[in-house]
């Protein structure tokens, strides 16, 4: 299978630059995985595309604020992004230039009770920075850091929190996972105390993968980079009854669905764990969980237009992108967004 076959055209025009005013006023394309019929209808209406009883099940992971600038003691200047703590202190980064990143290099931010080293280099041209400080180094990034945008976004973010889902709990992320920011905690009780829909939670820290497009020709050849997951009890006791009384299980973005699928049995049950993974999937996979999945689109030759296309058939997928884009749908991570089912 080549990565080619994952490819469309978009206009840049249709990259949404910043988020709607109101998160759930975003536009929602139904495509049905089993005939191809696609929909139109707005996020704020998702109560009346869904079941009494479906689950839906959410990341709650928190993102860093983890792009921070740096000085070298030459004056150069550079920029690092956190992506995974590897250490007590020591954290993997992007820096850029990396060239000026080398191991030894010391670098002094505008907190002057913070400053680091670069120690290593790690896989793929990372760098491990070993970071000084005193207390608790989390309110100090708070402080200094910056969201981590995808690059594709030019425009500067005015509100922090709009790059983070209203249920975030767990911090630990590089990156939002994005269907969720659709999101808003009225529509959250709507979706409850009016039309009987039910929440589960998990989290998955979004790490390296995410930066890093599929250099492969083929498909089968690229290797996805490990995250960190957790599925607690109350929430796997939550899913086995959804599947247990016959009530659709549907994932809320690629996160939760890469998770549930690495935790679950061949009968589609989980148990409550932690660990890492590194699932990859592409069509030709067997979904053990997941009835459907609620998603952002996704650029073209990407891991996650793969995993969308392992759900829903890669015809039918690239169809529906089509649609939008005819539509003029806003594209990517403040865009707008997909329901499977």
């Not at 080549?2 to 495509?31: K, M, T, W």
């Not at 599925?231 to 690629?254: F, H, M, P, S, W």
């Not at 067997?286 to 999945?293: A, E, S, T, V």
């Not at 829903?312 to 806003?330: D, H």
Request: net charge neutral.
């Amino acid at each position: 299978m080549l990565v080619e076959d994952f490819d469309y055209d978009l206009p840049p025009e249709l990259i949404a630059q910043e988020p709607l005013e109101q998160r759930d006023a975003s536009r929602l394309l139904i495509l049905d995985k089993q005939s191809g019929v696609v929909r139109h209808s707005m996020f704020n209406r998702l109560g009346q595309e869904l079941r009494r009883g479906d689950l839906l099940v959410l990341n709650d992971t928190k993102v860093l604020p983890a792009r921070l600038f740096a000085v070298k003691e030459s004056g150069a200047h550079i920029e690092l992004l956190l992506l995974k703590q590897e250490g007590l202190k020591t954290w993997q980064c992007l820096a850029r230039p990396a060239k000026r990143a080398r191991p030894g290099t010391k670098l002094f931010f505008d907190l002057p009770e913070l400053n680091a080293t670069v120690t290593a280099t790690g896989e793929e041209g990372t760098r491990l920075v070993e970071f000084q400080y005193e207390d608790d180094f989390f309110p100090l990034l708070e402080r200094l850091g910056k969201m981590p945008l995808p690059p594709y976004i030019k425009k500067e973010l005015t509100d922090q929190n709009r790059y983070q889902v209203v249920y975030a709990r767990e911090p630990g992320s590089a990156a939002a996972p994005t269907a969720g920011l659709h999101f808003t905690q009225r529509l959250l009780a709507e979706l409850a105390e009016q039309c009987g829909i039910e929440t589960a939670r998990l989290t998955l820290h979004v790490g390296l993968g995410t930066f890093r497009p599929v250099k492969s020709k083929r498909v089968e050849e690229h290797i996805m980079h490990s995250e960190y997951y957790r599925l607690d009890e109350v929430d796997a006791v939550k899913i086995n009854a959804a599947r247990a009384a016959g009530r659709r299980v549907i994932a809320v973005g690629t996160t939760s669905v890469r998770t549930l699928e690495s935790i679950a049995d061949e009968q589609g049950r989980v148990h409550a764990e932690e660990g890492l993974t590194a699932a990859y999937i592409y069509p030709g996979y067997r979904f053990k969980l997941i009835d459907g999945m609620i998603t952002n689109f996704h650029l073209p030759k990407s891991t996650l237009i793969m995993l969308v296309s392992a759900l829903a058939g890669r015809e039918q997928v690239l169809n529906a992108y089509r649609l939008a884009i005819e539509e003029r749908y806003r594209f990517f991570s403040f865009g707008d967004a997909m329901l499977i089912l």
